[in-house]
Nanobody, 113 residues
Framework: VQLQASGGGLVQAGGSLRLSCAAS????????LAWYRQAPGKQRELVAR???????TYADSVKGRFTISRDNAKGTAYLQMNSLKPEDTAVYSC????????WGQGTLVTVSS
């Protein structure tokens, strides 16, 4: 199983980025996908989760600004991040939540003030 995250970078506060997580080696369409982030000196936290069916889940800190989505045909999950704030600066990682759980490598998002 491989998860390839991309799309991070440096952006000014108020700007937008879209992260992508391309999966291979799994039946993507039946998996729950999630984005996590870890800021310097802080614990990793859940940002957003998208199940196969049902509602998406967001951290309170990103509700209304971030949108998680998936394209099952492409085996890719996305995280659209709008109105970015300096406190969104972190390494963002994607994860297949279903056991045993698979992590992709992180992509760094830096938001300057």
């Amino acid at each position: 199983v491989q998860l390839q995250a991309s799309g991070g970078g440096l952006v000014q506060a108020g700007g937008s980025l879209r992260l992508s997580c391309a999966a291979s080696g799994i039946i993507f369409s039946v998996k729950t996908l999630a984005w996590y982030r870890q800021a310097p000196g802080k614990q990793r936290e859940l940002v957003a989760r998208i199940p196969v069916l049902g509602s998406t889940t967001y951290a309170d800190s990103v509700k209304g600004r971030f949108t998680i989505s998936r394209d099952n045909a492409k085996g890719t999950a996305y995280l659209q991040m709008n109105s970015l704030k300096p406190e969104d600066t972190a390494v963002y990682s994607c994860k297949v939540e279903d056991q045993p759980g698979y992590w992709g490598q992180g992509t760094l998002v830096t938001v300057s003030s």
